[in-house]
């Protein structure tokens, strides 16, 4: 198994451009997760798909920012405009949400913006 | 309001001690608890769980236990080795959400040789 792939591993832009991220969750897993890591609030859920549908994006700190999963096997993050304080390292991850089974993560963008 | 906490940023050990990191909660509701390792630059990794149903699940090296009346879980490493420095993430998680997982903001550990 592949496990969970992100795209690109790092991203360097600058203030106001147009920033995606990308995902590709484990094949057969139903449900896809958005975290961002910050020092402050540690691992924070920006938004969750579950069967491609999105369940929760509360946590999505602005109308900036918007996510996708088109089929079960893409995701997209995108920020538009970009701003420095977006700059942190986005993580994805995906899960069968059936008996109670860990969260797989990818290993992350570091997206920084100047 | 963060609902898992881990209130100890950072934890030293020496080489062969015991480690262990704290974690508390505060959604009575939570029924799986986690955790993660993370290396720098890798995203986090799943170590070991328990379920509500337990207070304790033992995996080689690492114990996970679950106090439910104290809404507090730890996972002790005996013996601690250099290769177990990194961050370590709780997560909690409740069934009705479809397994939607809370993060603490993590702990940095260090085993010193």
């Known amino acids: 198994d592949a496990g969970v792939i992100q795209s690109p591993r790092h991203e360097v832009t600058e203030m106001g451009q147009e920033v995606t991220l990308r995902c590709k969750p484990i094949?057969?897993?139903?449900?896809l997760f958005w975290y961002r890591q910050t020092m402050m609030r540690g691992l924070e859920l920006l938004i969750y798909?579950?069967?491609?549908?999105?369940?929760?994006d509360s946590g999505m700190p602005e109308d900036r920012f918007s996510a996708k999963m088109p089929n079960a096997s893409f995701s997209t993050l995108k920020i538009q405009p970009s701003e420095p304080r977006d700059s942190a390292v986005y993580f994805c991850a995906s899960v069968w949400t059936g008996a109670n089974s860990p969260l797989h993560f990818g290993n992350g963008t570091r997206l920084t913006v100047t | 309001d963060q609902q898992v906490k881990q209130n100890s940023p950072s934890l030293s050990v020496q080489e062969g001690r015991i480690s262990i990191l704290n974690c508390d909660y505060t959604?009575?509701?939570?029924?799986?608890f986690l955790w993660y390792k993370k290396y720098p630059a890798e995203g986090p990794t799943f170590l070991i769980s328990i379920s509500s149903i337990k207070d304790k699940n033992e995996d080689g090296r690492f114990t996970v236990f679950l106090n439910k009346s104290a809404k507090h879980l730890s996972l002790h490493i005996v013996p601690s080795q250099p290769g177990d420095s990194a961050v370590y993430f709780c997560?909690?998680?409740?069934?009705?959400?479809?397994?939607?997982?809370?993060f603490g903001t993590g702990t940095s550990l260090t085993v010193i040789p």
């Open positions: 094949s057969g897993h139903n449900s």
């Open positions: 997560a909690a998680a409740y069934s009705n959400t479809g397994n939607q997982f809370y």
């Open positions: 798909f579950n069967n491609n549908v999105p369940i929760d």
């Open positions: 959604n009575s509701m939570f029924d799986y």
